[in-house]
């Protein structure tokens, strides 16, 4: 009987083993994790950070128009003179420039006291007088007369244009309306105590502001120490303010001049001093700075960067040698950036750094000359502003001064009558 309960009970237990539900979803095992084992999300955001990273690198800086001139420094090539307009021809010539209002237009400024304007084309056979001031002008002296021209900024709208000359009493700077003769404006005067170093050179700085070359008043040596003479308008570079006028003046001083509001004597139109006979400044915006020619006495010509209240040191010294025994500290005087000896050339006229498109080779140059010897010259500053200076030519032209046009093409004005050009060989 025990016999048969069991067999019952153990058929009953394989019956039930045999009927069991099986789930409806299949079961799937899920592996162990491992300390090895990342989240692929995870990854996935790890390698998209590094791949950010390396094209987020800056792109390299364009080089500045000042970076990409010093990349290419003056080398000179074979260069030679021609004459830009040979049907016409001058009176003692002195300055070429334009107007700023039309670039197809010349002016050429005549010793004598004419302006002359005309076609801006090698085949212009006729010059028109602009205006004709010889009857202020005194030539009581090979440096006197109609000395300097400068157009304002804004002509092609208020048609104000300045000019330089000397008259019996001295130094004279005027401004005048373009048709109206008679619209004289008398801003500056001073007297000159002899007949040379007059100066005379006038322009507009990227300030907007007049500047004006003054020679020492003459003789031989600056006999009345003018150009150390902060109390003198001779021997300077000063600057004007001529959009506005304050106190008695037909004009305002620069807030920055470095002699304003002094209670000293000092002139308060004074830019930078201790300068001999300036003949020729100009301003090479690219690289931001203002270069004077300015000639010495018996022994060297230089060449100045003016700075807002330089010392350039005439009559202490001439050029870089000793001129005068003095109790100013020569390591406050500002040294010229070039210099040459006589006899190389014994009266230095300044001119223009070339931005012009004719002579590319040339581009970025500060040309310049001597009046006595015929030279032509380039001085090519670095980076550093350290000189590299290249005779150019060698002529028989007496270099009253240099010009430029509207295109920045540069022009060589020879007093004897013409007006040249340089070109590359």
């Known amino acids: 009987m025990k016999r048969i309960i069991i067999i019952i009970i153990i058929s009953i237990f394989l019956v039930s083993c045999s009927t069991v539900e099986q789930p409806d979803e299949p079961i799937v095992s899920t592996p162990i994790e491992t300390p090895l084992d990342e989240p ?33 420094p003056f080398s000179p090539i074979e260069y030679s003179i021609v004459d830009s307009f040979p049907s016409l021809s001058f009176d003692q010539p002195l300055y ?19 302006i ?66 008679d619209s004289e404006i008398v801003l500056l005067s001073y007297p000159q105590p002899y007949s040379n170093h007059n100066g005379g050179h006038i322009t507009f700085g990227p300030d907007g502001y007049l500047y004006i070359a003054s020679g020492d008043g003459g003789s031989s040596g600056d006999p009345k120490n003018n150009a150390q003479d902060t109390s003198s308008y001779l021997g300077k570079i000063l600057r004007i ?8 003046r037909a ?16 002139v308060e139109e004074i830019f930078a001093y201790g300068l001999r006979n300036p003949w020729r400044f100009s301003f090479d915006e690219l690289r931001g700075v203002l270069i004077a020619a300015d000639v010495g006495q018996n022994k060297m010509e ?54 012009g498109s004719e002579n590319q080779s040339l581009y ?44 920045s093409e540069l022009y060589l004005i020879d007093y004897q009558g013409k007006i040249y050009k340089l070109e590359e060989n």
């Open 40 to 72: 692929t999300e995870e990854v996935t955001e790890v390698v998209t950070e590094e791949v950010t990273e390396e094209v987020a690198e800056e792109p390299e800086t364009e080089k500045s128009s000042l970076e990409k001139l010093y990349d290419h």
């Open 96 to 114: 070429l420039t334009h107007d700023g209002k039309d670039p197809s237009k010349i002016y050429v400024v005549e010793k004598t006291g004419k």
């Open 116 to 181: 002359k304007v005309f076609e801006n084309n090698s085949s212009a056979d006729s010059a028109d007088v602009y205006v004709d001031l010889s009857d202020r002008i005194s030539l009581d002296g090979n440096e006197k007369g109609l000395l300097g021209l400068a157009f304002h900024p804004n002509y092609s709208e208020n048609g104000y244009y300045y000019v330089y000359y000397t008259d019996q009493s001295g130094s004279v700077i005027s401004r005048l309306t373009e048709g109206v003769p």
């Open 241 to 248: 303010d001529v959009d506005n006028s304050e106190a008695d």
């Open 251 to 266: 004009y305002a001083i620069p807030e920055d001049n470095p002699f304003k509001d002094n209670n000293d004597g000092a």
């Open 302 to 355: 230089e060449i100045n960067l003016i700075e807002n209240g330089g010392n350039y040191g005439w009559n202490i010294m001439e050029g870089t040698l000793d001129y005068t025994q003095s109790n100013v500290d020569k390591n406050t005087l500002k040294a010229p950036i070039w210099t040459y000896e006589h006899p190389v050339g014994k009266s230095i006229t300044g001119g223009y750094t070339y931005y």
């Open 364 to 407: 970025g140059t500060y040309i310049y000359g001597d009046f006595i010897s015929g030279k032509i010259w380039g001085l090519w500053l670095d980076a550093d502003q350290t000189p590299q200076n290249h005779e150019l030519l060698d002529t028989d032209l007496m270099f009253s001064s240099f010009g430029v046009d509207a295109d």
